[in-house]
Structure formats: structure tokens, C-alpha cells
């Protein structure tokens, strides 16, 4: 299968600050990328589903202005955590597809655990 | 509301025997269904999918079993080897809404005994 990566894999931040988590699709053009959050002992959630060069569509209840998610590359997004707070402690997992993939070939990246002191 | 329920959060079964992972689902626009396998501090990766114009596919010693009237679904694992120890998730999309961003099950936590 494609290979997906996330960066970092972990992080650690004090409140108020922003955090950046990368998500790259390593050997294929990635037209659509997911955004997903995962609490413990919760289903992954999706919190935005983002196309290449376009604004990024939000699940409802997640807050746009606070989750920032730039695709400006067929092979790069990143979500920025903006003024984390401790309640944004959490796993977000990335998952790519690419075009005229069949509906199962959505690539996921390992995850990065975000922590907020 | 969850609208993909496993409600078994463990499982143990011994090894060579059949592991039976059990999946619900409200939502009746969901129309393709899939299994991820996750290890600790790893992404997903796909086992198995279903369209739900079928009851059945079957891929290995991984099958998958599709009952719509029920809204049930169930992955089926024989035999069970060690190495398919893991979380097993469940998920689902609906067509048309966009890009198939999958909604998830809470996952079960399949453990294969020696």
C-alpha cells in the first residue's frame, strides 16, 4: 500500500500555543486528505476532509478557526492547533487518497499525540 | 450518537480457532463498509471492505459478512494466528456526500492466545 507520514509523532506544548502537524503522502499525489481525532478509548473522528488547493470542509462541531488545515500540495497538508488548550490533548491521524482510487484505498499516516500543559 | 457501534471492546480467542468481530450501524445511507487493523502508535491499515450490493467477500483468511436488514456486519478470522492481535476497527461511508471521509466504530481489541 501507499505510504503516508505525519510529523511530528508526538508533541508537547503549553497552553495558548499553536501546533502544526504535517501529513505527507510519500509515494502518490494525495488529491483529498482526512483529518481525524481520536480520544482514548474513542472512535477516530473525522474533523475535516480537505482537497488539493481548496478550502478545507469541516465535521460539524469542530471549530475551523481553531483547526487550520492548509493542501496546497498534491502531497502535503498540515493542521495547525491553534491556542491549544489541555482539551485538545488528543491523537490526530491523517489519511490520504488519490485520484480515481477505489472507495478503500485511504492511505492513514501513524498519528501524532499531541499533548497540552 | 454513534452511528458505528462495536460493542465488544475486547475479545480473546485462542489460536487456530475463528475470531468473529461484530460491527452495527444506524445510519442508512452508509453504503460501504471496512475493516482496519491498528497497531499501538500506528495509523490504521486496511484489511477488508464490503459494498453493500454484496453479503459477503472474502480475502484470505479475512471474510467479511454484510447483513443490511440488520444493519450488522461482521469480519470473520480463521484461523487466528498471534500476529493478528490488534485493534480492529470498523468503519463506514455513505456515497455521494463528498469525499468519503469514514466514520468509525469505538474498535475492539482482539487478543490471540497461544
Known amino acids: 500500500g501507499a505510504v503516508v507520514s505525519q510529523h511530528p509523532s508526538w508533541v508537547i506544548c503549553k497552553s495558548g500555543t499553536s501546533v502544526k502537524i504535517e501529513c505527507r503522502s510519500l509515494?502518490?499525489?494525495?488529491?483529498?486528505m482526512f483529518w481525524y481525532r481520536q480520544f482514548p478509548k474513542q472512535s477516530l473522528m473525522l474533523m475535516a476532509t480537505?482537497?488539493?488547493?481548496?478550502?478545507?470542509?469541516?465535521e460539524q462541531g469542530v471549530e475551523k478557526d481553531k483547526f487550520l488545515i492548509n493542501h496546497a500540495s498534491l502531497t502535503l497538508s498540515t493542521l495547525t492547533v491553534t491556542s491549544a488548550h489541555p482539551e485538545d490533548s488528543s491523537f490526530y491521524i491523517c489519511?490520504?487518497?488519490?485520484?480515481?482510487?477505489?472507495?478503500?484505498?485511504?492511505?492513514f499516516g501513524p498519528g501524532t499525540r499531541l499533548t497540552v500543559l | 450518537d454513534q452511528q458505528v457501534k462495536q460493542n465488544s471492546p475486547s475479545l480473546s480467542v485462542q489460536e487456530g480457532r475463528i475470531s468473529i468481530l461484530n460491527c452495527d450501524y444506524t445510519n442508512s445511507m452508509f453504503d460501504y463498509f471496512l475493516w482496519y487493523k491498528k497497531y499501538p502508535a500506528e495509523g490504521p491499515t486496511f484489511l477488508i471492505s464490503?459494498?453493500?450490493?454484496?453479503d459477503k467477500n472474502e480475502d484470505g483468511r479475512f471474510t467479511v459478512f454484510l447483513n443490511k436488514s440488520a444493519k450488522h456486519l461482521s469480519l470473520h478470522i480463521v484461523p487466528s494466528q498471534p500476529g493478528d492481535s490488534a485493534v480492529y476497527f470498523c468503519?463506514?461511508?455513505?456515497?455521494?456526500?463528498?469525499?468519503?471521509?469514514?466514520?468509525f466504530g469505538k474498535g475492539t481489541h482482539l487478543i490471540i492466545q497461544p
Open positions: 480537505s482537497n488539493e488547493g481548496s478550502k478545507a470542509t469541516y
Open positions: 489519511s490520504a487518497r488519490g485520484p480515481g482510487l477505489a472507495r478503500d484505498e485511504q492511505f
Open positions: 464490503i459494498s453493500s450490493i454484496k
Open positions: 509515494d502518490f499525489q494525495a488529491t483529498t
Open positions: 468503519a463506514a461511508s455513505a456515497a455521494g456526500g463528498g469525499a468519503d471521509g469514514l466514520t
